[in-house]
């Protein structure tokens, strides 16, 4: 079975992997993880919500508004982290998660981020990045966002 972490892992040196290891981020839940398993991570969920466009949101094995939340919790993870790694080891981390926003940017459109606010249970103290400003075009993720506020639409 393909684990596209491995295969990432793969292509870097055993001291680069010990410095990726070094720089783990913590989470609020005391979960550790790295830059490269992050930025892999959030490309897994965006290949998810991407391909599950095409299923209706009635269908109960699809991802939902809050795992898109949780998606766009990661990303700020692998942000986190990416900016602590020094400028050598984020040129190589960095297509990984280019993959991810690339694709992202391909089936999402500029949103006001207000109704991700609730869903997420987020406060207006909360730094968020361009990712949180951006909605599905289409699919079952964007029909359960929109239950949530009936006034909703993107800009």
Same mark, same amino acid.
């Given at each position: 079975?393909?684990?596209?972490?491995?295969?990432?892992?793969?292509?870097?040196?055993?001291?680069?992997?010990?410095?990726?290891?070094?720089?783990?981020?913590?989470?609020?839940?005391?979960?550790?993880?790295?830059?490269?398993?992050?930025?892999?991570?959030?490309?897994?969920?965006?290949? =998810?919500?991407? +391909?599950?466009?095409?299923?209706?949101?009635?269908?109960?094995?699809?991802?939902?508004?809050?795992? *898109? +939340?949780?998606?766009?919790?990661?990303?700020?993870?692998?942000? #986190?982290?990416? #900016?602590?790694?020094?400028?050598?080891?984020?040129? &190589?981390?960095? $297509?990984?998660?280019?993959? @991810?926003? #690339?694709? *992202?940017? @391909?089936?999402?459109?500029?949103?006001? @981020?207000?109704?991700?606010?609730?869903?997420? @249970?987020?406060?207006?103290?909360?730094? =968020? &990045?361009?990712?949180?400003?951006?909605? $599905?075009?289409?699919?079952?993720?964007?029909?359960?966002?929109?239950?949530?506020?009936?006034?909703?639409?993107?800009?």
């Amino acid at each position: 079975m393909y684990d596209a972490l491995d295969d990432a892992r793969s292509k870097f040196a055993p001291d680069e992997l010990e410095l990726l290891e070094n720089l783990r981020v913590v989470t609020r839940w005391r979960r550790e993880f790295d830059a490269l398993s992050l930025a892999v991570e959030w490309t897994a969920w965006v290949e =998810r919500f991407d +391909a599950e466009r095409v299923f209706p949101a009635s269908d109960m094995s699809v991802r939902t508004e809050h795992d *898109f +939340a949780g998606a766009l919790f990661c990303r700020d993870r692998a942000e #986190q982290a990416f #900016q602590a790694l020094p400028a050598s080891l984020a040129a &190589k981390v960095e $297509p990984y998660l280019d993959a @991810g926003d #690339q694709r *992202f940017r @391909g089936f999402t459109v500029p949103d006001s @981020g207000e109704t991700m606010v609730d869903i997420a @249970g987020i406060d207006a103290t909360y730094v =968020r &990045k361009w990712w949180w400003f951006r909605m $599905p075009v289409d699919g079952p993720v964007i029909e359960l966002i929109k239950s949530w506020n009936p006034r909703f639409r993107t800009e």
